[in-house]
């Protein structure tokens, strides 16, 4: 079993920047591809940007170009983050990271940008 703990969410203005971050631990031997998703309000988890287990990223396109995503992998650890740029109001939602497909969720970390 894998555990995900994600961190780094907040409130911040638009225009303004966020880093999330993510610890996988636990049976993460073959993690593969991992991938934060985000969650708006009643609707489904989406990916938003992924990445390959050798460092390279890819992104929708509402993102590309103002986020970056990289990758640590470590003995007992893979940790990822999300460095997010020039945040929108409609980046507002829940942020979760986890495999590509995906397992067990952690909390997520939740993003607001206000206005």
């Known amino acids: 079993q894998v555990q995900f703990v994600e961190s780094g969410g907040g409130l911040v203005q638009s225009g303004g920047s966020l880093r999330l971050s993510c610890v996988a631990s636990?049976?993460?031997?073959?993690?593969?591809?991992m991938a934060w998703y985000r969650q708006d309000p009643g609707r489904q988890r989406e990916v938003i940007a992924s990445?390959?287990?050798?460092?390279?990223?890819?992104?929708v396109d509402f993102v590309k170009g103002r986020f970056n995503f990289t990758r640590i992998n470590a003995k007992n650890t893979v940790t990822v983050y999300l460095q997010m740029n020039n945040l929108k109001p409609e980046d507002t939602a829940m942020y979760y990271c986890?495999?590509?497909?995906?397992?067990?969720w952690g909390q997520g970390t939740k993003v607001t940008v206000a206005s």
């Open positions: 990445i390959t287990t050798a460092g390279v990223a890819y992104y």
């Open positions: 986890n495999t590509v497909p995906s397992r067990g």
């Open positions: 636990g049976r993460i031997s073959n993690l593969g591809v």
